[in-house]
């Protein structure tokens, strides 16, 4: 989804200059042209072990959108099948945030840290005091997850939506899917996080608010 004519123009012309990694070998888009597949990496849905674990060793390159990858593999012209993960928001958001507070994992992290979290003393004062609508699309961890996946008056444009709370049972109907064995169990990621027990009723109010298009399009609710 896009706010503007502006931000669409911006996202096809980087999409358009990515277009050579198509059939540069060890690129994700060129993972992604060999296996006529397409997976969209929402951040912390475990997508780097789940690309690491279907593509194998290629470079990943950040998190884009269905709409940057139609654009730069031309999905007009072939068939790709399209898949993701998507989380609990609430859930999500808390992870994202832990994430980001003991210092993700390059320099981008840490600038994102020192700029927009470091002020508030904790997760509940960052919910209740610093998280807004603005503050969500300046922090790439932040971004709500139908921006990846939707058109602009909502429609998912991805094949399949595999579940992070269901991950183990989502892989296999994904395996058959691409039909390739996919293995998960020496990849690291983190499912143990408890979420529900750092939420207070204001806080859950909050960013029910802020991610309800998430919430009502995934069909997600705090539980």
Do not use: W
């Not at 929402?42 to 194998?56: H, Q, R």
């Not at 790439?140 to 058109?151: G, K, V």
């Not at 991610?211 to 009502?216: C, G, L, T």
């Amino acid at each position: 989804m896009f706010k503007n004519v502006l931000q669409k123009y911006r996202v096809f012309k980087y999409a358009k200059s990515q277009k050579s990694k198509v059939y540069i070998e060890g690129t994700l888009l060129n993972a992604f042209y060999k296996s006529k597949s397409i997976f969209i990496h929402i951040p912390k849905t475990a997508g780097v072990s789940l690309a690491k674990a279907i593509y194998g060793d290629v470079t990943l390159e950040g998190h884009r959108s269905f709409y940057f990858n139609s654009i730069a593999l031309n999905t007009k012209s072939q068939k790709y099948f399209s898949f993701t993960f998507v989380r609990n928001p609430f859930d999500r958001l808390y992870s994202a945030y832990k994430f980001l507070s003991k210092g993700g994992i390059n320099y981008l992290d840490k600038l994102a840290f020192q700029t927009h979290l470091s002020e508030f003393k904790d997760f509940e004062d960052f919910i209740l005091n610093g998280l807004n609508k603005k503050l969500i699309y300046k922090i790439t961890h932040f971004i709500p997850q139908h921006e990846y996946l939707c058109d602009n008056k909502g429609n998912v444009l991805v094949d399949f939506i595999g579940r992070f709370e269901n991950l183990d049972i989502d892989i296999l109907l994904l395996s058959k899917k691409l039909k390739k064995d996919i293995n998960l169990s020496h990849h690291n990621f983190n499912r143990k996080l408890d979420y529900k027990k750092v939420y207070t009723d204001e806080m859950i109010s909050k960013v029910h608010q802020i991610y309800k298009m998430d919430i009502d399009i995934f069909k997600y609710n705090f539980k």
